[in-house]
Protein backbone atom coordinates (compact mmCIF):
# COMPACT_ATOMS: atom_id res chain seq x y z
CA UNK A 1 0.00 0.00 0.00
CA UNK A 2 1.65 3.25 -0.82
CA UNK A 3 1.45 6.09 1.72
CA UNK A 4 1.02 9.57 0.98
CA UNK A 5 3.73 11.63 2.92
CA UNK A 6 1.06 13.26 4.81
CA UNK A 7 -0.74 10.66 6.34
CA UNK A 8 1.13 10.45 9.74
CA UNK A 9 -0.95 8.00 10.86
CA UNK A 10 -0.89 4.78 8.19
CA UNK A 11 2.83 5.17 8.74
CA UNK A 12 2.37 4.88 12.61
CA UNK A 13 -0.13 1.95 12.06
CA UNK A 14 2.36 -0.02 9.88
CA UNK A 15 5.29 0.13 12.51
CA UNK A 16 2.73 -1.04 15.15
CA UNK A 17 1.63 -3.99 12.91
CA UNK A 18 5.13 -4.92 12.78
CA UNK A 19 6.03 -4.92 15.87
CA UNK A 20 3.37 -7.59 16.54
CA UNK A 21 3.77 -11.22 16.94
CA UNK A 22 5.22 -13.65 14.16
CA UNK A 23 2.89 -15.79 14.78
CA UNK A 24 0.18 -13.73 13.35
CA UNK A 25 1.30 -13.83 9.96
CA UNK A 26 0.53 -10.86 9.16
CA UNK A 27 1.32 -9.43 5.53
CA UNK A 28 2.40 -5.90 5.66
CA UNK A 29 2.23 -5.13 1.78
CA UNK A 30 -0.94 -6.52 1.93
CA UNK A 31 -2.74 -3.36 3.99
CA UNK A 32 -5.56 -1.64 1.80
CA UNK A 33 -8.31 0.33 2.46
CA UNK A 34 -11.58 -1.44 3.49
CA UNK A 35 -13.70 1.43 4.71
CA UNK A 36 -14.57 4.72 6.98
CA UNK A 37 -17.28 6.05 8.56
CA UNK A 38 -18.92 9.08 9.39
CA UNK A 39 -16.61 9.63 12.56
CA UNK A 40 -12.44 9.72 11.99
CA UNK A 41 -12.40 6.26 12.02
CA UNK A 42 -11.40 4.31 9.48
CA UNK A 43 -10.61 0.61 8.71
CA UNK A 44 -8.44 -1.41 6.54
CA UNK A 45 -7.69 -4.91 5.32
CA UNK A 46 -4.69 -7.15 6.40
CA UNK A 47 -3.69 -10.48 4.89
CA UNK A 48 -2.55 -13.62 6.67
CA UNK A 49 -1.43 -17.40 5.32
CA UNK A 50 -4.96 -18.48 5.88
CA UNK A 51 -7.14 -15.46 6.47
CA UNK A 52 -8.03 -11.54 6.35
CA UNK A 53 -8.16 -9.46 9.53
CA UNK A 54 -9.49 -5.77 10.07
CA UNK A 55 -7.12 -2.76 11.48
CA UNK A 56 -8.97 -0.12 13.01
CA UNK A 57 -7.41 3.00 13.39
CA UNK A 58 -9.21 5.30 15.38
CA UNK A 59 -7.11 8.57 16.22
CA UNK A 60 -7.19 10.19 19.61
CA UNK A 61 -7.92 12.39 20.54
CA UNK A 62 -10.93 12.72 18.32
CA UNK A 63 -11.56 9.09 19.00
CA UNK A 64 -11.01 5.87 21.99
CA UNK A 65 -10.76 2.56 21.28
CA UNK A 66 -11.77 1.50 24.94
CA UNK A 67 -15.39 1.72 24.18
CA UNK A 68 -15.28 -0.50 21.51
CA UNK A 69 -13.38 -2.79 23.32
CA UNK A 70 -15.55 -2.61 26.03
CA UNK A 71 -18.89 -3.34 24.33
CA UNK A 72 -17.71 -6.08 22.16
CA UNK A 73 -17.09 -7.78 25.27
CA UNK A 74 -20.69 -7.39 26.98
CA UNK A 75 -21.88 -8.97 23.06
CA UNK A 76 -19.78 -11.29 23.09
CA UNK A 77 -21.01 -12.28 26.39
CA UNK A 78 -24.48 -12.77 24.63
CA UNK A 79 -23.25 -15.24 22.22
CA UNK A 80 -23.39 -12.29 19.42
CA UNK A 81 -20.88 -12.41 16.34
CA UNK A 82 -18.99 -9.11 16.69
CA UNK A 83 -15.31 -8.95 15.98
CA UNK A 84 -12.55 -10.66 18.16
CA UNK A 85 -9.85 -8.32 19.29
CA UNK A 86 -6.29 -10.18 18.49
CA UNK A 87 -4.04 -6.94 19.27
CA UNK A 88 -4.19 -3.40 20.57
CA UNK A 89 -3.03 -0.46 21.49
CA UNK A 90 -5.17 1.76 23.06
CA UNK A 91 -3.29 4.94 23.41
CA UNK A 92 -2.38 4.67 20.18
CA UNK A 93 -6.13 4.24 18.80
CA UNK A 94 -5.20 0.79 16.81
CA UNK A 95 -7.27 -2.45 16.81
CA UNK A 96 -6.20 -5.93 15.13
CA UNK A 97 -9.80 -7.80 14.75
CA UNK A 98 -11.04 -10.83 13.29
CA UNK A 99 -12.72 -9.99 9.85
CA UNK A 100 -17.09 -10.73 9.44
CA UNK A 101 -16.68 -10.60 5.90
CA UNK A 102 -16.98 -8.25 2.89
CA UNK A 103 -20.76 -7.52 2.35
CA UNK A 104 -23.01 -5.52 4.54
CA UNK A 105 -26.83 -5.66 4.36
CA UNK A 106 -26.73 -2.87 2.91
CA UNK A 107 -24.35 -3.91 0.34
CA UNK A 108 -26.50 -6.98 -0.19
CA UNK A 109 -29.11 -5.25 -0.57
CA UNK A 110 -27.79 -3.09 -3.11
CA UNK A 111 -26.24 -6.36 -5.43
CA UNK A 112 -30.08 -6.90 -6.01
CA UNK A 113 -32.25 -9.24 -3.46
CA UNK A 114 -34.77 -11.11 -3.70
CA UNK A 115 -37.82 -10.99 -1.01
CA UNK A 116 -37.07 -14.88 0.96
CA UNK A 117 -33.45 -14.06 1.54
CA UNK A 118 -33.96 -10.67 2.32
CA UNK A 119 -36.78 -11.62 4.90
CA UNK A 120 -34.02 -14.40 6.37
CA UNK A 121 -31.53 -12.05 6.77
CA UNK A 122 -33.56 -9.78 8.69
CA UNK A 123 -35.41 -12.47 10.74
CA UNK A 124 -31.95 -13.01 11.73
CA UNK A 125 -31.22 -9.44 12.76
CA UNK A 126 -34.33 -9.23 14.73
CA UNK A 127 -33.18 -12.18 16.93
CA UNK A 128 -30.13 -10.93 17.28
CA UNK A 129 -31.44 -7.52 18.43
CA UNK A 130 -33.51 -8.83 21.01
CA UNK A 131 -30.61 -10.94 21.83
CA UNK A 132 -28.11 -7.49 22.34
CA UNK A 133 -30.98 -6.16 24.55
CA UNK A 134 -30.36 -8.69 27.25
CA UNK A 135 -26.78 -7.73 27.71
CA UNK A 136 -25.49 -5.89 30.25
CA UNK A 137 -25.96 -2.35 29.92
CA UNK A 138 -24.64 -1.10 33.69
CA UNK A 139 -21.72 1.60 32.97
CA UNK A 140 -23.05 2.81 29.98
CA UNK A 141 -23.78 6.31 29.47
CA UNK A 142 -27.22 7.38 29.68
CA UNK A 143 -29.54 8.15 27.04
CA UNK A 144 -31.28 10.19 29.53
CA UNK A 145 -33.30 13.77 28.81
CA UNK A 146 -30.33 15.89 28.42
CA UNK A 147 -28.82 13.73 25.99
CA UNK A 148 -32.09 13.32 24.53
CA UNK A 149 -32.48 17.04 24.04
CA UNK A 150 -29.19 18.34 22.65
CA UNK A 151 -29.43 15.80 20.25
CA UNK A 152 -32.44 16.92 19.04
CA UNK A 153 -31.00 20.20 18.72
CA UNK A 154 -28.85 19.47 15.62
CA UNK A 155 -32.26 20.20 13.69
CA UNK A 156 -32.98 23.64 14.18
CA UNK A 157 -29.22 24.49 14.07
CA UNK A 158 -28.00 22.36 10.76
CA UNK A 159 -31.24 21.31 9.26
CA UNK A 160 -33.09 24.23 9.40
CA UNK A 161 -30.77 27.33 9.72
CA UNK A 162 -27.87 25.57 7.54
CA UNK A 163 -29.43 23.19 4.87
CA UNK A 164 -33.21 25.01 4.56
CA UNK A 165 -31.08 28.71 4.78
CA UNK A 166 -34.19 28.86 7.21
CA UNK A 167 -33.07 30.09 10.79
CA UNK A 168 -35.99 29.58 12.83
CA UNK A 169 -37.75 33.03 14.43
CA UNK A 170 -38.99 32.84 18.06
CA UNK A 171 -42.46 31.39 17.80
CA UNK A 172 -41.24 28.86 15.50
CA UNK A 173 -38.53 27.59 17.92
CA UNK A 174 -41.40 27.40 20.64
CA UNK A 175 -43.37 25.19 18.36
CA UNK A 176 -40.48 23.12 17.57
CA UNK A 177 -39.37 23.14 21.36
CA UNK A 178 -42.87 21.47 22.56
CA UNK A 179 -42.44 18.82 20.49
CA UNK A 180 -39.40 18.22 21.60
CA UNK A 181 -40.47 18.12 25.05
CA UNK A 182 -43.50 16.06 24.27
CA UNK A 183 -41.21 13.50 22.47
CA UNK A 184 -38.60 13.03 25.04
CA UNK A 185 -41.10 12.79 27.66
CA UNK A 186 -42.46 9.92 25.85
CA UNK A 187 -39.36 8.11 24.83
CA UNK A 188 -37.45 8.36 27.99
CA UNK A 189 -40.16 6.73 30.12
CA UNK A 190 -39.57 3.29 28.08
CA UNK A 191 -37.57 0.29 29.78
CA UNK A 192 -33.77 0.82 29.49
CA UNK A 193 -31.45 -1.67 27.95
CA UNK A 194 -28.11 -1.83 25.67
CA UNK A 195 -28.82 0.40 23.02
CA UNK A 196 -26.72 0.01 19.62
CA UNK A 197 -27.57 3.69 18.30
CA UNK A 198 -26.98 2.47 14.51
CA UNK A 199 -28.44 -1.35 14.27
CA UNK A 200 -29.15 -0.61 10.45
CA UNK A 201 -27.99 -2.16 7.19
CA UNK A 202 -24.71 -0.83 7.22
CA UNK A 203 -23.44 -2.11 10.45
CA UNK A 204 -24.71 -5.77 9.99
CA UNK A 205 -22.36 -7.95 8.03
CA UNK A 206 -23.80 -10.46 6.17
CA UNK A 207 -21.92 -13.85 7.79
CA UNK A 208 -23.66 -16.58 5.44
CA UNK A 209 -19.97 -18.46 4.78
CA UNK A 210 -18.67 -20.35 7.97
CA UNK A 211 -15.37 -18.89 8.79
CA UNK A 212 -17.45 -15.33 9.42
CA UNK A 213 -19.62 -16.88 11.92
CA UNK A 214 -22.89 -16.77 12.78
CA UNK A 215 -25.07 -14.24 10.62
CA UNK A 216 -25.52 -11.64 11.45
CA UNK A 217 -22.04 -9.60 12.02
CA UNK A 218 -22.27 -6.57 13.99
CA UNK A 219 -20.13 -3.62 13.91
CA UNK A 220 -19.92 0.07 14.92
CA UNK A 221 -20.99 -0.27 18.44
CA UNK A 222 -18.81 1.78 20.40
CA UNK A 223 -21.26 5.01 21.10
CA UNK A 224 -23.51 2.07 22.76
CA UNK A 225 -25.26 4.11 25.53
CA UNK A 226 -28.57 2.56 28.11
CA UNK A 227 -31.22 3.83 26.64
CA UNK A 228 -34.67 3.63 25.42
CA UNK A 229 -35.61 -0.45 24.19
CA UNK A 230 -37.60 0.93 21.13
CA UNK A 231 -34.16 2.65 19.50
CA UNK A 232 -32.63 0.27 18.05
CA UNK A 233 -35.39 -1.42 16.41
CA UNK A 234 -35.99 1.79 15.06
CA UNK A 235 -32.89 1.72 13.30
CA UNK A 236 -33.65 -1.17 11.71
CA UNK A 237 -37.13 -0.73 10.35
CA UNK A 238 -36.38 3.43 9.52
CA UNK A 239 -33.69 2.41 7.78
CA UNK A 240 -31.39 5.95 6.79
CA UNK A 241 -29.67 3.90 3.86
CA UNK A 242 -32.41 2.12 2.43
CA UNK A 243 -36.39 2.43 2.14
CA UNK A 244 -38.42 0.13 4.00
CA UNK A 245 -41.96 1.05 3.19
CA UNK A 246 -45.12 1.07 6.46
CA UNK A 247 -46.45 -2.41 5.49
CA UNK A 248 -42.48 -3.84 5.92
CA UNK A 249 -41.93 -1.99 8.68
CA UNK A 250 -45.42 -3.21 10.54
CA UNK A 251 -43.75 -6.46 9.87
CA UNK A 252 -40.47 -6.63 11.14
CA UNK A 253 -41.99 -4.70 14.43
CA UNK A 254 -44.25 -7.68 15.01
CA UNK A 255 -41.76 -10.14 14.51
CA UNK A 256 -39.19 -8.10 17.21
CA UNK A 257 -42.36 -7.42 19.69
CA UNK A 258 -43.35 -11.03 19.89
CA UNK A 259 -39.73 -12.70 19.65
CA UNK A 260 -38.85 -9.63 22.92
CA UNK A 261 -42.25 -10.84 24.69
CA UNK A 262 -41.20 -14.73 24.26
CA UNK A 263 -37.52 -13.73 25.56
CA UNK A 264 -39.10 -11.57 28.54
CA UNK A 265 -38.15 -8.18 27.52
CA UNK A 266 -39.96 -5.04 28.44
CA UNK A 267 -42.16 -3.72 26.03
CA UNK A 268 -45.48 -2.63 25.97
CA UNK A 269 -48.46 -5.61 26.47
CA UNK A 270 -50.28 -4.21 23.82
CA UNK A 271 -49.03 -3.63 20.30
CA UNK A 272 -50.56 -0.76 19.28
CA UNK A 273 -48.64 0.98 22.56
CA UNK A 274 -45.64 -0.38 21.67
CA UNK A 275 -46.33 0.87 17.77
CA UNK A 276 -46.61 4.36 19.38
CA UNK A 277 -43.45 3.74 21.02
CA UNK A 278 -41.20 2.78 18.09
CA UNK A 279 -42.47 5.18 16.04
CA UNK A 280 -41.80 8.07 18.73
CA UNK A 281 -38.28 7.24 19.47
CA UNK A 282 -38.24 6.80 14.92
CA UNK A 283 -39.27 10.66 14.92
CA UNK A 284 -36.68 11.74 17.20
CA UNK A 285 -33.92 9.55 15.87
CA UNK A 286 -34.44 10.81 12.38
CA UNK A 287 -35.08 14.46 13.42
CA UNK A 288 -31.48 14.02 14.71
CA UNK A 289 -30.35 12.52 11.46
CA UNK A 290 -31.43 15.07 9.32
CA UNK A 291 -28.80 17.27 11.67
CA UNK A 292 -26.56 14.43 11.28
CA UNK A 293 -26.27 14.65 7.34
CA UNK A 294 -26.72 18.17 7.11
CA UNK A 295 -23.73 18.83 9.24
CA UNK A 296 -22.09 15.72 7.45
CA UNK A 297 -22.49 17.75 4.23
CA UNK A 298 -21.79 21.38 5.11
CA UNK A 299 -19.63 21.38 7.42
CA UNK A 300 -17.46 18.11 6.92
CA UNK A 301 -17.46 18.20 3.20
CA UNK A 302 -19.52 14.18 2.65
CA UNK A 303 -22.32 15.63 -0.07
CA UNK A 304 -23.17 11.51 -0.14
CA UNK A 305 -25.50 11.91 2.82
CA UNK A 306 -27.23 14.23 0.97
CA UNK A 307 -29.14 11.28 -1.22
CA UNK A 308 -30.50 9.56 1.75
CA UNK A 309 -32.28 12.78 3.53
CA UNK A 310 -35.32 12.69 1.69
CA UNK A 311 -35.67 9.42 2.53
CA UNK A 312 -35.50 10.40 6.25
CA UNK A 313 -37.69 13.09 5.87
CA UNK A 314 -40.37 11.09 4.77
CA UNK A 315 -40.11 8.76 8.09
CA UNK A 316 -40.35 12.25 9.68
CA UNK A 317 -43.37 12.78 7.91
CA UNK A 318 -44.89 9.02 8.21
CA UNK A 319 -44.86 9.60 12.19
CA UNK A 320 -45.82 13.46 12.52
CA UNK A 321 -48.58 13.09 10.00
CA UNK A 322 -50.58 10.63 12.04
CA UNK A 323 -50.49 11.90 15.71
CA UNK A 324 -52.88 15.06 16.62
CA UNK A 325 -50.01 15.98 19.10
CA UNK A 326 -47.18 16.19 16.16
CA UNK A 327 -49.11 18.17 14.11
CA UNK A 328 -47.12 21.26 14.44
CA UNK A 329 -43.80 19.84 13.60
CA UNK A 330 -45.59 18.48 10.12
CA UNK A 331 -46.46 22.14 9.61
CA UNK A 332 -43.24 23.28 9.80
CA UNK A 333 -41.90 21.20 7.72
CA UNK A 334 -43.46 22.20 5.21
CA UNK A 335 -42.25 25.46 5.47
CA UNK A 336 -38.90 24.57 5.64
CA UNK A 337 -39.18 22.21 2.81
CA UNK A 338 -41.58 24.56 0.83
CA UNK A 339 -44.37 22.00 0.22
CA UNK A 340 -47.42 23.52 -0.36
CA UNK A 341 -49.90 22.60 2.81
CA UNK A 342 -53.40 20.56 1.52
CA UNK A 343 -56.84 20.04 3.53
CA UNK A 344 -57.26 16.53 4.94
CA UNK A 345 -58.83 14.42 7.69
CA UNK A 346 -56.92 13.77 10.84
CA UNK A 347 -58.36 10.37 12.47
Same mark, same amino acid.
Given at each position: ?17 ? &? ?12 ? %??? &?? %? ?42 ? #? ?88 ? &? ?34 ? =? ?32 ? =? ?23 ? #? ?47 ? #? ?31
Amino acid at each position: MQIPVSDTRLTALLKWLE &SLPAELGLQPDSLA %AAS &SD %ASFRRYFRISTPDRTLVVMDAPPPNEDCRPFVDVAGRLASVRLN #VPGILAQDLDAGFLLLTDLGPTTYYDRILQGIDDATLQALYRDALAALVQMQTADHQGLPAYDTARLKAELALFPDWYAAIHCQSPLDEA &SMLVLNNVFDILVAHNVKQPVVLVHRDFHSPNLMVC =TAPEFGQNPGILDFQDAVAGPITYDLTSLVFDAR =TTWEEPQQLDWAIRYWELARKTGLP #VAADFADFHRDYEWMGLQRNLRILGVFARLNHRDGKAAYLAHMPRVNQY #VRQVAGRYIALKPLLRLLDRLDQVQATVGYTF
